[in-house]
């Protein structure tokens, strides 16, 4: 789906309950649960769950979607709830959003993939800092488009990190049920 489906999904409020509501990935609240509370960057963040979330724990988070509707339901979900969330709409795709290198302790891109993303992603984190991703893969009988990865494949991207947690298959999150590649992956201290 392009920009523009994905901005009238949300502004019909067909992504909300779908993916708003399930509550934050399982993958970012075991993930963080134990760090302390940093700055964190939500890439591809939708309307918002983890990035809420995050700032609910005390994270300064910065989130950032190509779709104004997303961001407008991030915006109000945050001011209902009573934190900040620096929320900003920018298409990834375009290079509307620039990462500022060393300048997050965490960086999270959950099910998107934009493969020229990773680069900059993982020079955007502080030494120790972490980044967490979750793409869509391949199933049996598919070939990889440039939304969906092929096995293995996000894995190649992080090679020299240490590797917290790597896992392929059907996702713990309701929100999602094609398979996927996760990641959380720490940046050393080189």
């Given at each position: ?10 502004f019909?409020?067909?992504r909300?309950?779908e993916?708003?509501d399930?509550g934050?990935s399982?993958?970012?609240t ?5 760090l302390?509370?940093?700055?964190a960057?939500?890439l ?7 990035a809420?979330?995050l700032?609910e ?6 989130a ?6 997303a961001?407008?339901?991030?915006r ?16 990834l ?6 990462i ?7 960086i ?16 955007g984190?502080?030494?120790?800092g972490?980044v967490?991703?979750?793409v869509?893969i ?17 894995r190649s ?6 590797i917290l ?6 996702p713990?999150?309701p ?8 990641i ?7």
């Amino acid at each position: 789906m392009d920009l523009r489906g994905w901005n009238e999904c949300y502004f019909s409020g067909q992504r909300q309950a779908e993916h708003f509501d399930a509550g934050p990935s399982k993958l970012v609240t075991e993930t963080v649960q134990p760090l302390p509370a940093g700055t964190a960057l939500d890439l591809a963040c939708g309307a918002g769950r983890n990035a809420l979330w995050l700032a609910e724990q005390g994270w300064k988070v910065t989130a950032v979607d190509g779709a104004p509707a997303a961001i407008e339901i991030l915006r109000r979900r945050a001011a209902e709830r009573g934190v900040t969330v620096d929320a900003r709409v920018a298409d990834l795709e375009k290079g509307e959003y620039s990462i500022e290198p060393s300048a997050w302790n965490l960086i999270l891109l959950c099910y998107y993939l934009q493969r020229d993303l990773f680069e900059p992603a993982k020079r955007g984190v502080v030494q120790g800092g972490i980044v967490i991703a979750i793409v869509h893969i391949t199933e049996p009988g598919e070939e990889p488009t440039y939304k969906r990865a092929r096995p293995g494949e996000l894995r190649s991207w992080f090679e020299g990190w240490e590797i917290l947690h790597y896992r392929e298959g059907k996702p713990d999150d309701p929100a999602h049920q094609r398979a996927v590649a996760e990641i959380v992956a720490r940046r050393g201290q080189t």
